[in-house]
């Protein structure tokens, strides 16, 4: 062997040490890191709260923020992210139902009071027959709003609907004649609210907190304690059991985390494993 072969042959193995030592290191990484796709506030902002606690768990925390409701269930199914963290229990079954998704539901974290707000009006006793009434196109918050609207007795729906999947259609009485608009994104709501184009406009609490909207202060209408619709961290099927979400729902699930958001929002975002 001469000694262009011997150092040819030297280069080849330094060369193939270092590609494995940069798999070795990328695979360490890919295996130690969560990238979570979730919306600016309140969720955004609660998992770069407990970014240190899981950190201290050998899990490195890399969160990704979306400004609307689709995006982060698409990244999810194409793999670009590991979980998200921005939708409750009723949207994530209608996001599966529609696109065919193979999601789990790795656990709740809390609830954001759904609220009706208003420039135009102080209380409900001053809402005129006729009214507008805006919401979302999101068919899985209809029947929400329509709880909310029942419980304040501006509406009934017919016997036998379920109050979760009810629609416009499903009401029954309305004595004041409201009229409903639910053709709009939700994270165009708060536009609509400022620029007073309903007498009440349905804002999800995400977007009210952007807003500089509180749930329990400014809102009309509130929705009550007992709501079902817990904010949840969906994975993939396969990744349900993935140690790295596992060690990210006990952490959301910590008592001072838990603590911290009631603080933070001042008990407008209400941590599911707290009995407010």
Not at 204 to 220: G, R, T
């Amino acid at each position: 062997m001469n000694r262009k072969t011997i150092i040819f042959s030297i280069l080849l193995t330094i060369i193939f040490v270092l590609a494995g030592c940069t798999k070795a290191s990328t695979n360490e990484k890919k295996e130690d890191t969560l990238v979570v796709g979730t919306l600016p506030t309140p969720h955004g902002e609660i998992l770069e709260y407990v970014k240190p606690m899981l950190e201290k768990e050998g899990v490195k925390l890399e969160i990704k923020n979306f400004d609307d409701y689709i995006l982060p269930n698409k990244a999810l199914a194409d793999n670009d992210i590991d979980a998200n963290y921005f939708q409750h229990v009723p949207f994530f079954e209608q996001a599966i139902k529609e696109n065919g998704y193979k999601f789990a539901d790795a656990g709740a974290v809390h609830v954001e009071p759904m609220g009706l707000y208003s420039k135009k009006i102080k209380s409900v006793a001053d809402l005129k027959d006729g009214a507008t009434i805006i919401t979302s196109n999101s068919v899985s918050d209809w029947g929400r709003i329509i709880t909310i609207l029942q419980n304040a007795g501006l509406v009934k729906v017919k016997d036998g609907v379920d109050l979760e999947t009810a629609n416009f259609e499903d009401i029954e009485e309305n004595p004041k004649n409201l009229v409903f608009e639910h053709s709009i994104d939700p994270s165009l709501l708060t536009s609509a609210y400022n620029n007073e184009e309903g007498d009440l406009v349905a804002i999800n609490a995400n977007f009210a907190y952007q807003a500089k909207l509180n749930p329990v202060k400014d809102a009309i209408l509130l929705e009550e304690d007992n709501s079902p619709y817990g904010n949840i961290i969906a994975v993939r099927k396969e990744d349900k059991n993935d140690p790295r979400v596992k060690k990210l729902v006990k952490v959301l699930h910590d008592e001072d985390v838990q603590e911290w958001i009631l603080k933070k929002w001042e008990g407008s975002v209400k941590p599911v494993s707290i009995d407010n």
